[in-house]
């Protein structure tokens, strides 16, 4: 095929979206809203991630020391934890360091406490910060067969919900998208079906006189592309000011919300870039599928 050639055909493919302007209209309105969901799914679903993450980071593992223990076996034991896959962080808080926690904890009636200063009844302890958290019942348990180790104390009940409900939105939105996907293609599929069987009999003449399946598809499948961009820019505008509006009511909110959202949600200027890309390469690939799916049966002349 020439140039020349192309760019008519690609040319013509473009005024096919004036001529069919109603059906045009309805098709990017349609698959914008389809490609919109598809978004909000998404970044649902990278922000759930992300708050498990932060939830995570902050419920610490806590390795309670033998009382008996000598400073080498503690130190022995903070190494093991150290080097254990998934382990993210290690902190050692020694007994004087628990004894003056409590102090602070009561300012007023911190005196009660040096009756304890000869007595120190708290335990040295390691908090361990896992980095996944489903790992977290098992990874006790190694904890607890080290050496030196006297107890360990794991949020593994809340941990297991905060991983259930990550699993359940991951499903949910990647059967979300995949559904949304094929309406969109049956969308486009069904605007070009209707522009290719009103010019059906134009197709069967250029089939007639020698016109190949490129020179017959090419037009059909720039209208594809071009409805696709265009439903691809408008989801990321879309999708994009609506998650920022998000972000930023986040900080708005009062209490544990306020903690958990104002720090787990992912930034914009960290989502944008992929937002955008994936909008525009999105609905390119649906309105080039939808194009080629509707017209092959009417190439057979």
């Avoid at 978004?39 to 993450?53: G, P, R, Y």
């Avoid at 998000?246 to 544990?256: I, M, R």
């Avoid at 720090?263 to 870039?273: E, G, K, Q, R, S």
Wanted: hydrophobic share 45%; with cysteine.
């Amino acid at each position: 095929m020439r140039i020349s050639t192309f760019f008519f055909l690609t040319r013509r493919g473009l005024r096919n979206l004036g001529k069919h302007w109603a059906m045009t209209i309805a098709c990017i309105a349609s698959l914008s809203v389809c490609m919109t969901l598809n978004s909000f799914a998404s970044l649902a679903e990278v922000n759930v991630d992300s708050m498990v993450s932060y939830l995570g980071s902050q419920n610490e593992t806590v390795v309670y020391l033998d009382p008996d223990c000598d400073d080498a076996t503690a130190t022995q034991v903070g190494e093991k934890l150290s080097t254990m896959p998934g382990v993210s962080g290690v902190q050692y808080v020694s007994k004087q360091d628990v004894l003056n926690i409590y102090r602070g904890y009561m300012e007023d009636y911190s005196s009660l406490w040096d009756e304890f200063e000869s007595d120190n009844p708290f335990k040295a302890n390691y908090r361990v910060t896992i980095s996944d958290l489903s790992q977290m019942a098992a990874m006790s348990k190694k904890m607890q067969a080290i050496p030196g180790v006297y107890s360990v104390a794991a949020p593994v009940e809340m941990t297991n919900v905060f991983v259930e409900v990550q699993q359940a939105v991951t499903k949910g939105g990647r059967l979300i998208v995949l559904v949304l996907m094929i309406v969109s293609i049956i969308t486009v599929g069904s605007t070009i079906r209707l522009s290719v069987f009103a010019r059906r009999r134009e197709i069967e003449i250029m089939k007639y006189v020698g016109a190949t399946n490129a020179l017959v598809t090419l037009p059909f499948v720039v209208e594809g592309l071009a409805m696709g961009l265009i439903s691809g820019a408008l989801t990321a505008g879309v999708s994009l000011a609506a998650y920022s509006y998000t972000v930023s009511a986040a900080s708005t909110l009062g209490g544990l919300w306020q903690m958990i959202m104002g720090h787990a949600l992912v930034p914009v200027a960290n989502v944008w870039p992929t937002v955008v890309i994936y909008s525009l390469a999105g609905g390119a690939l649906v309105g080039g599928l939808g194009s080629m799916f509707s017209i092959r049966k009417h190439l057979n002349v």
